[in-house]
């Protein structure tokens, strides 16, 4: 039996890879704070947990000096910094490179790697364009993770997705219940759903990444000669703009399909948190961390851009993964109508 260890098990890319690795008969070992959550019918006889923190070397060390048998580590964890995220990286190889059978270590990078949240860039990127000035956060770890496989037997792979979308009860922000959110809300204070943001943000490019096709191409590419000491660009096979998508989306909270309206997404959420909280009292919904949605949706990018939009194309070129093999696709329409559905039966909305 294939043995994997997924680090960071409980956020949007963690859980649904424990799902994806079980239902294809793997072990795994799950190292997280918490017990992933994982939807029903996911076979969890072979899930093992490790209740520990990245933060505590000593602990995770111990821990896995008992996984002798790991082949496959999933890094999924997420860092508040560059030099975090090496360390914590780092930490975890230590102990790693003492495990008789481990073969290789996935992690997920992004579309920042190509400077997306600087401004325009060069589209559809490729996982061979030259780095960008002010992108230290994922090129910190990669050298690392480089010269530290140098003359190993094990390798690396990568997955540079933008916007991984699903329900996640670790981590259950992301673009797709941030627009249900809004659209929850939009629909407390009228009849029409507003864009929220600006003309040329609604008919940019723009690209998502099912956080269960992420999960099942992370094994792929991880179990693939092809795959060794290499990035793929990942989304969910298809690019849409916004203004295509409004009018559907609009439809499944019972409003009209609006236009932009120029305003911030960070100022909504911080300026009409009352008709959130109204929303959550008045249909007893279940915890949600709305808190975190202002500085969410900002991130990294410059206003008037967000997580949500911007008013250049967001689209990267995944003509390397198609060619390893994997050639999965998902509509990315019928994928936010998947999630709103999701997160309404699991009373995160109305």
Request: some cysteine; glycine content about 8%; aromatic content about 10%.
């Amino acid at each position: 039996m294939t043995v994997a260890l997924v680090v960071g098990a409980t956020g949007v890319t963690g859980a649904p890879l424990c799902e994806q690795l079980l239902r294809a008969g793997w072990r795994v070992h799950a190292l997280s704070r918490r017990v992933p959550q994982l939807a029903s019918g996911t076979p969890v006889q072979s899930l093992f947990h490790l209740p520990v923190d990245l933060d505590d070397g000593a602990r995770t060390h111990a821990a896995l000096a008992d996984l002798g048998a790991v082949t496959h580590v999933f890094y999924c964890a997420n860092s508040p910094s560059a030099e975090a995220r090496k360390e914590m990286i780092g930490s975890l190889l230590d102990g790693l490179e003492t495990l008789p059978h481990f073969t290789n270590i996935n992690f997920i990078q992004g579309m920042k790697y190509y400077g997306c949240h600087l401004g325009p860039f060069p589209t559809p990127a490729k996982e061979t364009d030259p780095r960008v000035p002010g992108c230290d956060f994922y090129y910190t770890e990669e050298d690392m993770i480089q010269a530290r496989q140098a003359g190993q037997a094990w390798t690396w792979t990568t997955l540079r997705p933008h916007s991984v979308c699903g329900l996640s009860a670790g981590n259950p922000v992301n673009v797709a219940s941030a627009v249900a959110v809004y659209a929850s809300m939009q629909r407390a204070l009228g009849d029409t759903l507003a864009f929220p943001g600006t003309d040329a943000a609604f008919r940019s490019l723009f690209q998502v990444a099912d956080a269960g096709l992420l999960a099942r191409a992370a094994i792929h590419v991880s179990t693939l000669a092809q795959g060794r000491n290499r990035a793929f660009n990942i989304n969910n096979g298809d690019y849409f703009r916004w203004q295509t998508l409004w009018p559907s989306i609009a439809a499944f909270f019972g409003l009209k399909p609006g236009g932009p309206s120029g305003a911030s997404l960070t100022a909504f959420f911080e300026e009409q948190k009352p008709v959130w909280d109204a929303l959550v009292r008045d249909h007893r919904l279940a915890p949600f961390p709305y808190d975190r949605l202002p500085r969410w949706s900002l991130g990294e990018y410059q206003p008037p851009n967000s997580r949500l939009a911007c008013t250049y194309d967001v689209i990267a070129d995944t003509v390397r993964l198609r060619q390893a093999g994997f050639c999965e696709a998902i509509d990315s329409g019928a994928m936010f109508q998947k999630i709103f559905g999701q997160l309404r039966a699991e009373r995160l909305i109305p």
